[in-house]
């Protein structure tokens, strides 16, 4: 694995039309932790990934991998592995062979394809068709893919999708685990009480401006979940 790469997001901005999707988006994402990147629908959580990639040009402000905008890193795939939705997998290839194609592309060795599949535990389903993979099984291999670089950074939109309880479990330990390994884990959902259980920290936006940043442990206690905390923070709260 590459050296450990903070990511750094400063007054980022971003309109479509009359919509401010993302206003003046100031937070840090450092290496070493999970990080939950909250928010409801139409938040701009998928806005601000988009532009942390180079998907989307800001109108204003930076997003910064490791010092770098994504566009200058030498070596993205080996930088930062990303699912940013639900990929079209060849039906009628099997997951193995999906990512054979894709370490071929990124030029990783052969091996870390097997390290892939052992990794997100589907190495059992490795050679039927991903056509046939259940939603979790293609969770899964989404983030086979986005490993096989061995990358410093990940960055995940909804990767609880499709997971039931057990997956959920297991992705934490799996999430916790590339953390511990120095890598910088950030992970959207909308979904606060599922995501509340993989993340050490979380950055919470509400309308397109950062709402509260933080450790979650400074945000929640044993009796009031994330969901309360952020209805108490948008004064929603009864
Ligand atoms: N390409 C686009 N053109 C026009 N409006 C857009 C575009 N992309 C996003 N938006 C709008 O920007 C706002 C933020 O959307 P975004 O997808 O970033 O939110 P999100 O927090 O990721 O939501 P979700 O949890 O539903 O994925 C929404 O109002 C959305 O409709």
Redesign the pocket.
């Given at each position: 694995m590459r050296p450990p790469h903070r990511l750094e997001i400063r007054g980022l901005t971003k309109r479509?039309?009359p919509?401010e999707?993302?206003t003046g988006l100031t937070f840090d994402v450092e290496p070493g932790r999970v990080t939950g990147f909250l928010?409801?629908?139409?938040?701009?959580?998928?806005?601000?990934l988009r532009m942390l990639l180079g998907l989307v040009a800001p109108d204003a402000g930076t997003a910064r991998i490791g010092g770098s905008d994504y566009r200058d890193l030498a070596a993205p795939a080996h930088t930062v592995g990303a699912v940013l939705e639900a990929s079209n997998f060849h039906p009628a290839r099997t997951g193995r062979d999906h990512l054979r194609v894709y370490a071929d592309m990124l030029g990783a060795p052969a091996a870390r394809v097997a390290d892939a599949l052992a990794l997100t535990g589907i190495a059992h389903a490795a050679d039927r068709r991903a056509g046939g993979y259940s939603t979790g099984m293609r969770q899964r291999l989404n983030l086979a893919t986005a490993l096989l670089g061995d990358p410093p950074v990940l960055i995940l939109?909804?990767p609880t999708n499709g997971l039931d309880p057990e997956g959920i479990a297991w992705l934490r330990r799996l999430l916790r685990d590339l953390a511990a390994e120095g890598r910088t884990v950030l992970v959207?959902s909308?979904v606060l009480a599922e995501a509340e259980q993989l993340v050490d920290d979380v950055v919470v936006?509400h309308r397109?401006r950062l709402l509260t940043a933080g450790p979650l442990s400074e945000l929640t206690t044993d009796a009031t979940g994330l969901e309360q905390a952020f209805l108490r923070l948008t004064g929603a709260a009864a």
């Open positions: 479509f039309g919509v999707a993302v928010g409801p629908n139409g938040s701009g959580k998928t806005t601000t939109d909804e959207a909308h936006m397109g």
